[in-house]
């Protein structure tokens, strides 16, 4: 997995250096798009990306994707409640009616699992006949969701990484390959 060529960035001041190659998010991402078909096979399934850093991998996994199929993207609002002082989440972009619909969400990562499982909850009560869900990035050790996972393209330690889509404070997305925290741990 580690990359040939290493290099060190600095984003905001913070030091970031090569992780994952494009070239083995790729391979991993045919691979994963190889078993959606295959599992998909005579289905017709809408994937929804949830932005902003699913962007890259949504456009590389379906490029591999054969199947009669649509995408669709969503984006959390979060908003404070007035009255309660809850942080509330709002799921916003989907124009689609998704019922009895096969649905495959598209996820850059997943760290605690919270918010896939808000957007599965609320996909859940639009009436799909399955839920599935496709994630670039697995920190095992921080999920802690009983939600099955059926296509992971890598499982990560809990460092924090960016780069193909994802962002460290705004910047970052738009490496091609992606970076791993250097010295301090996330969280
Ligand atoms: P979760 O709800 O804890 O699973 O967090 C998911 C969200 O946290 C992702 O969609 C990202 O926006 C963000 N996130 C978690 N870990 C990282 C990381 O290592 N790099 C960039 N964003 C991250
Ligand atoms: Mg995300």
Do not use: W
């Not at 399934?45 to 949830?50: A, M, R, T, W």
């Not at 009255?83 to 019922?99: A, P, S, V």
């Not at 399955?130 to 009983?146: G, M, R």
């Not at 059926?150 to 193909?164: D, M």
């Amino acid at each position: 997995m580690a990359p040939e060529i290493f290099h060190i960035i600095k984003v905001h001041g913070q030091e970031f250096e090569t992780y994952i190659s494009y070239e083995n998010i790729l391979e991993r991402t045919r691979e994963i798009a190889d078993r959606i078909n295959s599992d998909y096979a005579g289905k017709t399934p809408l994937f929804i990306g949830v932005l902003n850093g699913v962007f890259m991998f949504a456009a590389d996994l379906m490029k591999g994707i054969n199947l009669s199929s649509e995408i669709s993207f969503i984006k959390l609002s979060s908003y404070q409640d007035t009255k309660n002082t809850g942080n509330i989440q709002e799921l916003i972009g989907l124009k689609e009616n998704i019922k009895n619909l096969d649905i495959i969400i598209i996820e850059d990562i997943i760290d605690t699992g919270e918010t896939i499982s808000h957007i599965i909850k609320k996909l859940k009560q639009l009436g799909p006949r399955s839920v599935e869900i496709a994630t670039l990035l697995l920190k095992p050790e921080c999920f802690d969701q009983n939600i099955p996972l059926k296509y992971v393209g890598f499982k990560i330690p809990h460092k924090f990484v960016i780069g193909y889509g994802l962002d460290y404070h705004g910047q970052g997305r738009n490496l091609k390959d992606i970076y791993q925290i250097k010295d301090i741990q996330y969280h």
